[in-house]
Structures are given as C-alpha cells and as structure tokens.
C-alpha cells in the first residue's frame, strides 16, 4: 500500500524560504513521476511542480518556475519542494502525490500548512 507524508512546512515571511519533504513508503519513487498541488484559502487544489521518475524533467506552474525547485533523494526515497522568495500568495496546504497501481490511482498524503505572513 503506497504511503506519502509531507513535512517541513510552517509559518515564514515574504521573502522567505522553506523545504518542503515528501517521504514514501510502499513504492518507489524512482519508478514513479512525483508530483506536488497546493490549496489555498478558499481555492481550488491547483498542480505547483512535477518531475519524472527519471528526474531529467520537471515542470512549474507559472506562479512559482524560477521560485520553486522540485528534486528527489531516491536512496531516501523522498521527494523535495524547494521553495525560496515565498509570497503571501503562496499560502496554503501543500500535497504530495504520485499516480501508481493497476488500474492507476493517485495516492495523496495528508498535506502541511506553508503559512506566508508578516
């Protein structure tokens, strides 16, 4: 059974930076592409950066690309979320996911708060 769990996030201010871990069990992200949402208050769950199993590719919602960096540890099996200049737009729950299985299903874990303000 695939297990995600987020950590790292917490309360910063603009201008600041956090690393955000996402830490898997039951798979291995080395075979997976990894992926990181994020909901803000009173929005919609939106895509903010992915990278390929391969990790030779990553793409960036057009908010965060040259803020944010997506990587992965493989020997910890554990994917990152890089995030420098934060802004109070940035706010909100931050979510791991990976798409694995037959038939494939997207496995979520349970989030962490990234809180933006002075």
């Known amino acids: 059974q695939a297990h995600i769990v987020e950590s790292g996030g917490g309360l910063v201010q603009p201008g600041g930076s956090l690393r955000l871990a996402c830490a898997a069990s039951?798979?291995?992200?080395?075979?997976?592409?990894m992926n990181w949402h994020r909901q803000g208050p009173g929005k919609e769950r939106e895509l903010v950066a992915s990278?390929?199993?391969?990790?030779?590719?990553?793409t960036y919602l057009d908010a965060v690309e040259g803020r944010f960096t997506i990587s992965r540890d493989n020997a910890k099996n554990t994917v990152y979320l890089q995030m420098n200049g934060l802004k109070h737009e940035d706010t909100g729950v931050y979510y791991c996911?990976?798409?694995?299985?037959?038939?494939?299903?997207?496995?979520w874990g349970q989030g962490t708060q990234v809180t933006v303000s002075s």
């Open positions: 996911s990976v798409r694995l299985g037959i038939p494939s299903q997207r496995y």
């Open positions: 039951g798979f291995t992200i080395s075979t997976y592409g």
């Open positions: 990278i390929t199993a391969a990790g030779d590719s990553t």
